[in-house]
């Protein structure tokens, strides 16, 4: 750890136990394999260290950053600095039309279980490779819906280590993004209402989206899927596409020949080359287009704070 943190190994241990590392690659930790050390890394299986992190982070004045499996997201070679609380609060259950699931829940795991209970509603999930918390943290969506739309209620951790429960207006859901992204704030878990239907038509539909993702997505090489949000009556994709990117390759990171908005790790690549070949695409559509590209992947930076599942 670094020097300057020595003094909290003591009091992190006794706090976390087994629970807590130091010096953790992120790069365990995210689906780009890209990443250096997190100063302090909690692995928060249960409620109470998901409390007990967000709290220490405030007590010893930590940047907090709170992340589910990784996906969407990208790290800097050189770590982060502060804390890093991996959300995996695992347990779901239905009571009627309600899915309730803890932040880690893997949205695919999330979609099976409504369609075992001929629950409709959660089928675009189905190939989506992240957690329910970062599902609600950037409501998540594809097929034309979002997860925000099926919110009743999320509960959140604050940065006194309280558990507060927010109704869906509270959270503010828009386009790829919420109110769960301010600062301090970590994703418990949510309750999700859901619609009856035929069991058969649910599982035809997640067939059909799962069909989709693999015929239209890259496989078979580390990306965190969609890097840039799609610009209002476009997408980026197509933009990316038509303004000769695809292919394109900056060190071991490469544009997908197979869908334009997505950025592999050929071989190695490393946080530089990303975030190189991120700024060449976009100087490339804003040339041909007038359009500057927003990220919708989350860079985990030494001076950034919040939640990333």
């Keep these: 750890m670094k020097a300057r943190l020595e003094h909290l190994r003591a009091p992190a241990t006794t706090a976390f136990g087994e629970a807590v590392s130091f010096d953790e690659p992120m790069a365990r930790h995210t689906l780009y394999k890209i990443g250096g050390p997190a100063d302090v890394f909690v692995h928060a299986t249960r409620l109470g260290l998901l409390r007990s992190a967000v709290r220490f982070a405030a007590e010893h004045a930590l940047a907090l950053h709170v992340i589910g499996h990784g996906s969407n997201l990208l790290v800097p070679d050189d770590g982060v600095r502060g804390l890093v609380v991996r959300a995996a609060l695992t347990t779901a259950r239905v009571e009627g039309t309600a899915l309730t699931a803890g932040a880690g829940v893997a949205l695919p795991q999330a979609a099976a279980l409504a369609a075992k209970h001929a629950l409709s509603g959660l089928e675009f999930a189905v190939g989506i490779p992240g957690t329910v918390g970062g599902a609600l943290v950037m409501n998540a969506g594809c097929h034309g819906r979002e997860i925000g739309e099926l919110v009743e209620r999320v509960d959140v951790v604050a940065r006194d280590g309280e558990v507060r429960t927010l109704v869906r207006d509270e959270c503010r859901f828009a386009y790829r993004t919420s109110a769960l992204r301010e600062q301090g704030v970590a994703v418990a878990g949510a309750t999700l209402r859901l619609a009856p239907d035929d069991g058969a038509a649910i599982e035809q539909r997640m067939g059909e989206h799962r069909a989709w993702r ?37 060190g071991g990171a490469e544009v997908s020949t197979v869908h334009a908005n997505f950025i592999i790790n050929r071989d190695g690549a490393t946080y530089a080359d990303v975030t190189r070949l991120i700024e060449t695409v976009r100087e490339r559509v804003a040339a041909q287009f007038g359009i500057r590209l927003e990220l919708e992947l989350i860079i985990l930076g030494a001076d950034t704070e919040g939640t990333a599942h």
């Design 214 to 250: 693999a015929d239209t997505q890259p496989h078979g090489r580390p990306n965190a899927g969609c890097v840039f949000k799609n610009p209002p009556g476009d997408a980026a994709g197509r933009l990316i596409d038509k303004a000769g990117c695809k292919g394109l390759g900056v």
